[in-house]
């Protein structure tokens, strides 16, 4: 498995989750990183992205509440997920690609290469 996601759970509204994701030994440092989630009967949707640059893109439904970030290491990257809420329940999937992410963090050219093998994250009260 390329990538090792870890951190999801259950959460009141309000709460606050932090998603960590690490690349695996054999996989070079990834250019892109992203967080995509799917709550079910729904598409998937990206999250967010970060390059090796360190900027960062969000769709419009996170801006302000979630952050990505990536460790020292370039190989392991985070998601700060503040004031959750209901809607943010879903299956969490970490992504990385060799690719620049130059795009909008929820409208991907093509899906990424690499996955995580996904975490839940449940906001209710």
């Known amino acids: 498995v390329p990538l090792v996601e870890s951190g999801g759970g259950s959460v009141q509204p309000g709460g606050s989750l932090r998603l960590s994701c690490a690349a695996s030994?054999?996989?070079?440092?990834?250019?892109?990183m992203g967080w995509f989630r799917q709550a079910p009967g729904k598409e998937p949707e990206g999250v967010a992205t970060?390059?090796?640059?360190?900027?960062?893109r969000y769709t419009d439904s996170v801006k302000g509440r979630f952050t990505i970030s990536k460790g020292d290491d370039k190989k392991t990257f985070y998601l700060q997920m503040n004031s959750l809420k209901p809607e943010d329940s879903a299956m969490y999937y970490c992504?990385?690609?060799?690719?620049?992410?130059?795009?909008?963090?929820?409208?991907?050219?093509?899906?990424?290469?690499?996955w995580g093998q996904g975490t839940q994250v449940t906001v209710s009260s």
């Open positions: 992504a990385a690609d060799p690719r620049s992410c130059d795009w909008p963090a929820s409208h991907w050219p093509t899906p990424p290469r690499d």
């Open positions: 030994d054999h996989t070079r440092s990834p250019v892109c």
């Open positions: 970060i390059n090796s640059f360190g900027a960062t």
